[in-house]
């Protein structure tokens, strides 16, 4: 069984880079041709897939967040990680880590994120 959990502050200023990690256990993220995403819900609102980490360590990212997301990952940990950078307000939302793309068959938790001084 997969199991994820997302990690990190609950709480950042804006203009500051919001960090989050994702660690995943009973399977490993290099395992073919599995990928990681992370998903974000802002209050009231859908979810927004925000970007993805493959197997191969590739990346690729939402369009409309691409100039502020960076995806990487610790194969020695099994952890993949989030920094979004310059938060606004507007970045305030729960965020998951979740296997797969468009199709997420493992979740974490999830994670509130607010941004505010």
């Known amino acids: 069984q997969v199991q994820l959990q997302e990690s990190g502050p609950g709480l950042v200023k804006p203009s500051q880079t919001l960090s989050l990690t994702c660690t995943v256990s009973?399977?490993?993220?290099?395992?073919?041709?599995?990928?990681w995403s992370w998903i974000r819900q802002p209050p009231g609102k859908g979810l927004e897939w925000m970007g993805v980490i493959a197997y191969d360590g590739s990346t690729y990212y939402s369009p409309s967040l691409k100039s502020r997301t960076s995806i990487s990952r610790d194969t020695s940990k099994n952890q993949f990680s989030l920094q979004l950078s310059s938060v606004t307000p507007e970045d305030t939302a729960v965020y998951y880590c979740a296997r797969g793309i468009g199709h997420n068959d493992y979740w974490g938790q999830g994670t509130q994120v607010t941004v505010s001084s």
């Open positions: 009973g399977g490993s993220i290099t395992t073919s041709y599995y990928a």
